[in-house]
């Protein structure tokens, strides 16, 4: 079946760790992202990659960072930088043109010991 | 704040009709979308409408878009209880496909 992969499905994270969250897709798709969802505040883009071994900083990049070694993989490091990074974390991946369907990983709840 | 506005809230009961309404901004906005999302999962997309049209029905969904408003809305006919989420719009502002979301209208059906 094709589609997207995150894991783990929940991260627990200490004080002062980085942390790393997979996201994987097997679409054959150019394009990947990284959104935070926070209750009521809807989608902010993290950071997205139009294609392998190229990445841009999206809204809310700080204490965040990724790499795009392979094109169907995308992992976001949650660094100790980031001083308030509870939340729900998606995924996505789209061919990068055209009918920008975005298709979305099922998503990963960081949570701060 | 949110280039694409939706309302947070929309209480419907059981076989009713929905409609959840979205205001955006880039009026070269080339397509527009909504996704629904269910508890602790990631978004599917419902149905998208190319900026070139006014209306798109698809089965109990029928998407209207108003470009000189900049006024998007989504009507789900005959509203279950698995209808229940949280919906999305979204917007394609430019050639390439970053998507501008709103924050999403929470639907509760109730029987």
């Known amino acids: 079946d094709g589609g997207i992969t995150q894991s783990p499905k929940y991260l627990f994270r200490k004080e002062g760790q980085n942390v790393t969250l997979s996201c994987e897709q097997n679409?054959?798709?150019?394009?990947m992202y990284w959104y935070r969802q926070d209750p009521g505040q809807g989608l902010r883009l993290i950071y997205y990659s139009q294609i392998v071994n190229d990445f841009q900083k999206g809204d809310i990049a700080e204490g965040y960072s990724v790499s795009r070694e392979k094109k169907e993989s995308f992992p976001l490091t949650v660094t100790s930088a980031q001083k308030n990074p509870t939340a729900f974390y998606l995924c996505?991946?789209?061919?990068?043109?055209?009918?920008?369907?975005?298709?979305f990983g099922p998503g990963t709840r960081l949570l701060v010991l | 704040g949110e280039d694409v506005e939706q309302s947070l809230f929309l209480s419907v009961r059981e076989g009713d009709s929905s409609v959840i309404n979205c205001t955006y901004t880039?009026?070269?906005?080339?397509?527009l979308y909504w996704y629904k999302q269910e508890p602790g999962a990631g978004l599917q997309l419902l149905t998208y409408?190319?900026?070139?049209?006014d209306m798109k029905q698809d089965q109990r969904l029928t998407v209207l878009l108003n470009k000189k408003d900049k006024h998007l809305s989504l009507r789900i006919a005959d509203t279950q209880t698995g209808d229940s989420a949280i919906y999305f719009c979204a917007e394609k502002p430019d050639s390439w496909g970053k998507l501008q979301f709103g924050a999403g209208t929470q639907v509760v059906v109730t029987p």
């Open positions: 880039d009026s070269s906005s080339t397509y």
């Open positions: 409408i190319f900026s070139n049209m």
């Open positions: 679409l054959n798709h150019d394009a």
């Open positions: 996505a991946s789209s061919t990068g043109q055209g009918l920008e369907t975005q298709y």
